[in-house]
């Protein structure tokens, strides 16, 4: 994992495709496109989590948890309970899951099924969900500093800036 | 490695004097580089600055091999257009225009970069029709990997960066095989360099 600081804002960890960061630093997923930003957030002991998740299933593999929608969730919920949080005071938030061209064959609806599989896996833990940004056909960069409570901040290929 | 640097190397030659050719300016191209990049580590090679990037699948004789991609930053593409459009206004929204010059110059470069390659290995290589994307490079690239890079976490990029000064353009030769293609590939590398040695 390695850090950069883009224009003034804080230091943040860049999270890479199947990676996952548990803690209180800035954290930053960049270029999401059919991949989900999955966000942790423990509003009392303000800490979390981001995954930077690329595909639905594990199929049992264990190599790289933060890659797939059911064994990052189960490694983020993990890594945070071992600082501490309960599960009863986590809340999700969402960004990417979009489909970048249309005119492929192949794997297209991958955003989609991420996006699916993320949200089964949270309403299985009773994890909820607090904000999303998905779907479309642009890509998203996303921002989330812990410690200053439960905002994400996205940015889109087009210069468009939100808060969810 | 080194042969898979070498067929880089004489596909991106092709192409890069393809896109000399076209915008009439001097081409310089860096050698190209084989990288094995590993997946979390991708942001590090293609950033999430918009781009253009004209997409294609290698077809042929090879099934599902993967991808070439054609990427410049959304400045530099408005500034080749301009050049081959003949127009100067570089702070402008990309329209109708730009996209088809887009696409057949990608389409035109691709084209010789696998004619090349293919040649080299005696098979046929072509890419399929182009799709543009204009968007974070990073995005678009890491849709491509859901494909290419599903049972590894770690790809084979082959890397060529492509610079105009003449027009301050630059712009980056991607291929990203898929694992069974490379495999193939290598070893029809080896048979032509033992081929050569006999």
Known sequence: ?164 | MDALGELGNIGASHAATTLSQMLMGQIEMTVPAVEIVDLADIYKHVSDETAALVIFQMQGEIDQAGYVIFMMPLSSSIRMTNTMLGMTDEDREINEMDESALNEIGNIMVSAFLDATAELLGIVMLPSPPVLVIDMGHAAIQQLLAEVAFDVNEVVFFHTTLVCDQYSINGDLLMLPEMNTLSKILEMMDKLLESHLT
Do not use: W
Not at chain 1, 2 to 16: F, H, L
């Open chain 1, 1 to 164: 994992m390695d850090t950069q600081q883009p224009g003034n804002e804080p230091r943040a960890i860049v999270i890479g495709i199947g990676d996952y960061h548990v803690g209180a630093e800035p954290m930053t997923s960049i270029g999401l496109g059919s991949c989900i930003g999955l966000i942790l957030h423990d509003s009392k002991l303000g800490i979390g989590a981001m995954a930077h998740i690329m595909l639905p299933e594990s199929g049992g593999k264990k190599d790289r948890p933060g890659k797939y929608a059911d064994t990052a969730l189960e490694i983020m919920l993990r890594d945070l309970a071992r600082k501490g949080s309960s599960p009863k005071n986590l809340q999700a938030k969402l960004v990417g899951g979009a489909q970048m061209f249309a005119n492929f064959s192949g794997n297209l609806s991958i955003g989609d099924r991420n996006a699916e599989a993320v949200k089964a896996g949270l309403k299985s833990h009773g994890i909820p969900i607090k904000g999303e940004d998905i779907g479309g056909s642009k890509g998203r960069t996303v921002q989330y500093c812990p410690a200053n409570g439960f905002m994400v901040k996205i940015r889109r290929a087009d210069g468009d800036c939100s808060e969810i």
